[in-house]
């Protein structure tokens, strides 16, 4: 079957760090990779996403890259602010199953000042 | 820009009472899909519908039902509450089947005492 395995949480930056979160995939076909971000309290918001290989997402500052060869599609920014505090889940999207998401288990990242 | 609306907010039932969830999707998107989020854990895909026919079916309970209306809006009805149906439930909206990106409502949170 689909999934999608992230790095278990939580990470604890200071402001201004370099983040990484590493996000890796099982699909039987080609999906499209999501990043979602959710705010305490909050629901689910779209970050970017890449719907074939080699594809780069970015918004907000944040990037991934869909990379087939390692499926794998890890989320880096540059430099975080403690308003990047939040749980950040990795998806994908199967046309030929529906379009339903498979999400990871979610990166709760923890940026301090 | 409109998103998705979802009612109630928040909802306190006992257990084997009913609840009814909303769902209105963004206009003109046709497309619906429901997931549940425990806590603690990652969405999990519930059903979805595109042109008021459901399309696809996850780990939906049979105690619960849904079906999407001639406006496209839809509803999540919940029958005999367990304990363990409290969660964030969330709605998504997108336009065209095959169309990936879907665009989630802020959610409904759900009691069952």
């Known amino acids: 079957g689909n999934s999608v395995t992230q790095m278990e949480g939580p990470v604890t930056l200071s402001e201004e760090a370099f983040l990484t979160i590493n996000c890796t995939y099982t699909a039987t076909g080609y999906p499209s990779l999501f990043w979602y971000v959710q705010y305490p309290g909050e629901g689910l918001q779209l970050l970017l996403k890449?719907?074939?290989?080699?594809d780069k997402g970015s918004n907000k500052g944040f990037e991934a890259t869909y990379r087939k060869e390692t499926t794998s599609f890890h989320l880096e920014k540059g430099s975080v602010q403690v308003s990047d505090s939040a749980v950040y889940f990795c998806?994908?999207?199967?046309?030929?199953?529906?379009?339903?998401?498979?999400f990871g288990g979610g990166t709760r990242v923890l940026v301090k000042p | 820009a409109a998103g998705v609306i979802q009612s109630p907010r928040h909802l306190i039932k006992e257990k084997r009472e009913t609840a009814t969830l909303k769902c209105y999707p963004i206009p003109r998107h046709d497309t619906v899909y429901w997931y549940q989020q425990g806590p603690g854990q990652d969405p999990q895909f519930l059903i979805s519908?595109?042109?008021?026919?459901?399309?696809d079916k996850g780990s939906i309970p049979d105690r619960f039902s849904a079906q999407q209306f001639s406006d496209y809006h839809s509803e999540l009805n919940m029958s005999s509450l367990e304990l363990g149906d409290s969660a964030l439930y969330f709605c998504a909206s997108s336009f065209g089947r095959g169309m990936e990106t879907q665009y989630f409502g802020p959610g409904t949170r759900l009691l069952v005492l």
């Open positions: 998806a994908l999207s199967l046309k030929a199953a529906g379009n339903k998401l498979t």
């Open positions: 519908f595109y042109e008021k026919m459901q399309s």
């Open positions: 890449a719907t074939k290989a080699d």
